[in-house]
């Protein structure tokens, strides 16, 4: 790949690593919102962690927002249609702008756009989960750990970055 190619991917790059601010106005703030929703809700929340191209390394500046991964336990007894539906009704009723994504609830907050995954585990011996697919009205099971180490160990980083930002600036 060529200098000139790596120095546009680099220049819109984004850090791997939440910095400070990013850390105390937007992360700490939406595991809070998670937490509050997990208790009015009776949801036993095992990990929030920070899924999406933040965590695979493909993240750049013009078209990123940050996917933050909700792990309900597999003893929860609600649906996962309950569950995705409850994350947007508690969302709205915090009088933040949300939408239904396929399987996220897109928040947008001080400007700055979010993606909530809420995931309920198969089983506890695993990190398999089932996400709610809204558009299909059905299931999809998924490995968050699996994706952000398949897309770490591709060693395609810069060429997948490359390729979001020739999407973004040829529409």
Known sequence: MSNYVK???EKYSLSETLSFT???NIYDPLCDLLDRWAYKYG????QK???GSRAKGTAISICSDMDIFASI???TNSTLSEIYN???DYIKSQNLECRKQNVSIGVVSNGKRFD???GKRQDQYSDDHSLWVSKKGSWTKTNITTHISTVRSSKRSIEIKATKL???RHN
């Open 22 to 24: 990013e850390q105390s």
């Open 86 to 88: 409850s994350l947007f």
């Open 49 to 51: 962690k920070i899924s």
């Open 73 to 75: 336990s597999s003893t």
């Open 7 to 9: 120095g546009i991917v």
């Open 166 to 168: 020739w999407r973004e």
């Open 43 to 46: 949801y036993n929340l095992t």
């Open 116 to 118: 909530l995954v809420p």
